[in-house]
């Protein structure tokens, strides 16, 4: 798991396929991160769990499934590009944001991104399957970065950018039209379960 504090900004060294069907090998200059990494390591790139397929010489590889394409904004990730970065939660760690895992539930796509005062704040379009699970100063994972929600309308969300996430993540590049990752609140979704579910009857 993951708490959504972003560690690095990667940038993508390649992004290719073999042939069509395959997986899309991720090559990322991440000096900090790799110097930290191994072989199997679970990494956040901007917001989507990946294991680490390489590490050394302060990049890191990582393979993405058509699975993951299909759900998530790597697809369009190019060359240059800045990903954010997080590896897993170690025990003993803080928990400084929230509960993520790193499992994008959906692509969100920016509606506006405004100034306000020191920070901005940053207007998001969501399906409705991803909105029902939006409160107001509820968390959400945007690109992999831990936010609370500060405004909501029938069509998506609003998020208030601080400075210091403006500096150290890639969410300050964001412009209308752009897509992000969404991973909304895991615990929203077990309330959602827990509330609909029937009774479990043993098949014993």
């Known amino acids: 798991m993951f708490t959504g504090i972003v560690r690095e900004r990667g940038r993508v060294v390649s992004a290719k396929r073999d042939g069509e069907g395959s997986a899309l090998r991720l090559r990322i200059a991440a000096p900090r991160t790799a110097a930290e990494a191994g072989l199997g390591d ?96 509820g968390s959400i994972a945007v690109d992999g970065v831990s936010l609370t929600i500060a405004g909501l309308d029938a069509e998506g969300i609003a998020v208030a950018l601080v400075p210091h996430t403006l500096r150290e993540t890639t969410l300050s590049r964001l412009r209308p039209g752009d897509d992000v990752n969404i991973e909304v609140d895991v615990l929203a979704k077990y309330v959602e379960r827990l509330t609909n579910a029937g009774p479990v009857r043993s098949s014993g």
């Open 42 to 137: 679970s990494i956040a790139v901007s917001g989507c769990c990946l294991t680490t397929v390489a590490a050394g010489d302060g990049e890191l590889a990582f393979d993405a499934v058509e699975e993951t394409l299909s759900r998530t904004t790597l697809a369009a990730v190019g060359d240059g590009d800045e990903v954010n970065l997080e590896p897993a939660l170690r025990a003993g760690e803080p928990l400084g944001g929230h509960y993520v895992q790193g499992h994008v539930d959906g692509v969100g796509r920016v509606r506006a991104h405004d100034p306000e005062e020191d920070g901005s704040r940053l207007w998001l379009d969501l399906h409705a399957e991803l909105l029902r699970y939006c409160v107001e100063k």
